[in-house]
């Protein structure tokens, strides 16, 4: 009875442990640091005239004066694709969900290689909402505007 009971013991770590090799195998190790991590395909200029080109700040933020840095994480995997991004410290549903929209429809990026080989890399991006001065006053006037009509 013992010697059967050791066997089963025996066996379920094996195959525990075959199931799990696999997992780590079949899946792509993702790195945070590497020898040389991803970047835009035209450098932090390109990054910069990307986010410049296809930011449509929502109207409903520009309304409320609602600006600030959302912080956004992706892995940009073996080929260059962006893949998994979300929302580390967001400022408001409004602009994490532009910030999301603009990661998704980014174009490839230079792989991270780690030995001379491309790998996936985790990448933290801060994505910074700034209205310009013109804008943030028209805004504050028009809260003040709206103020007084609610009190009469």
């Keep these: 009875m013992k010697i ?66 959302v912080y956004v994480n992706f892995v940009v995997n073996k080929e260059g694709e962006i893949i998994g991004a979300k929302i580390l410290r967001g400022v408001h549903d409004l602009l994490d969900e532009e910030a999301l929209r603009l990661m998704n429809a980014m174009p490839k990026w230079k792989p991270g290689t780690q030995r001379g080989k491309r790998v996936a890399v985790s990448y933290n991006l801060p994505i910074k909402f700034r209205l310009d001065q013109e804008q943030s006053e028209n805004s504050e006037k028009s809260k003040k505007k709206n103020k007084k009509k609610k009190k009469k």
């Excluded at 195998?25 to 835009?40: G, K, L, N, Y």
């Design 4 to 69: 059967f009971l050791s066997l089963i013991i025996v066996i379920t770590f094996s195959v525990t442990g075959f199931s799990q090799e696999s997992k780590v195998t079949a899946e792509e190790e993702v790195f945070t640091i590497v020898e040389s991590m991803p970047d835009f395909v035209s450098g932090r200029d390109g990054l910069s005239k990307y986010f410049k080109d296809n930011l449509n700040y929502p109207e409903e933020a520009k309304k409320n004066s609602i600006q600030g840095t």
